[in-house]
């Protein structure tokens, strides 16, 4: 069975109000493959990816009272928290590169094997290539989104457009370009 925007909501409110943790679970199986592979498309390794997405689905169950759905869907509340959660990990990691290298001593540099070089190539092109069938209107958002990592309140401001269109075109966008990626695979 699908599973409805209505259906999250419910089990979001059932979390919120009761503590639910059967609600918790449809959620948490719902959305739990979905962020683990967003997160490794955004550049996490398999491990960091499930680590972040377990992270963000503890969030929700602590913060669930706090969604509004004035201000999005429950999917997008949730991807978000995710998405917040990858910058601040890279952001503690960056400055504790800053802190190692300070003292003296300098992280060994792995560097990435040819396979790994290659597959990160084919999916970069891949991704382009589903970029390039977006229209220009859904690139532009989609780009200030994932690659600026702006949030959706700000693309609003910067290009002039209702909210409720950025997160239309990024959906769009996203169901487009994932259909084109798995008819590739």
Same mark, same amino acid.
Not at 94 to 121: D, F, K, M, N, Y
Not at 147 to 174: N, W
């Given at each position: 069975?699908?599973?409805?925007?209505?259906?999250?909501?419910?089990?979001?409110?059932?979390?919120?109000?009761?503590?639910?943790?059967?609600?918790?679970?449809?959620?948490?199986?719902?959305?739990?493959?979905?962020?683990?592979?967003?997160? !490794?498309?955004?550049?996490?390794?398999? &491990? @960091?990816?499930?680590?972040? *997405?377990? +992270?963000?689905? #503890?969030? %929700?169950? =602590?913060?669930?009272?706090?969604?509004?759905?004035?201000?999005?869907?429950?999917?997008?509340?949730?991807?978000?928290?995710?998405?917040?959660?990858?910058?601040?990990?890279?952001r503690r990691a960056a400055?504790?590169?800053?802190?190692?290298?300070?003292?003296?001593?300098? !992280?060994?540099?792995?560097?990435?094997? &040819? @396979?790994?070089?290659?597959? *990160?190539? +084919?999916?970069? #092109?891949? %991704?382009? =290539?589903?970029?390039?069938?977006?229209?220009?209107?859904?690139?532009?958002?989609?780009?200030?989104?994932?690659?600026?990592?702006?949030?959706?309140?700000?693309?609003?401001?910067?290009?002039?457009?209702?909210?409720?269109?950025?997160?239309?075109?990024?959906?769009?966008?996203?169901?487009?370009?994932?259909?084109?990626?798995e008819q590739e695979s």
């Amino acid at each position: 069975m699908d599973t409805t925007a209505d259906d999250m909501k419910l089990w979001l409110t059932a979390v919120a109000e009761r503590q639910d943790r059967d609600a918790f679970a449809r959620l948490y199986r719902h959305f739990a493959p979905r962020l683990a592979s967003f997160l !490794e498309r955004s550049g996490l390794n398999g &491990a @960091e990816a499930e680590e972040v *997405a377990q +992270e963000a689905l #503890a969030t %929700v169950w =602590r913060r669930a009272s706090s969604y509004d759905p004035r201000q999005g869907a429950v999917s997008t509340w949730v991807f978000t928290i995710a998405r917040n959660l990858r910058i601040d990990r890279a952001r503690r990691a960056a400055r504790a590169s800053v802190g190692i290298r300070a003292i003296g001593h300098e !992280e060994p540099q792995v560097a990435p094997s &040819a @396979e790994e070089t290659s597959l *990160a190539a +084919e999916r970069d #092109a891949r %991704v382009r =290539r589903a970029m390039a069938t977006l229209s220009p209107e859904q690139a532009t958002v989609l780009r200030l989104s994932f690659f600026s990592e702006k949030p959706h309140a700000e693309i609003a401001r910067e290009l002039c457009i209702p909210l409720g269109t950025v997160k239309s075109r990024t959906r769009l966008a996203m169901a487009k370009i994932r259909a084109l990626l798995e008819q590739e695979s």
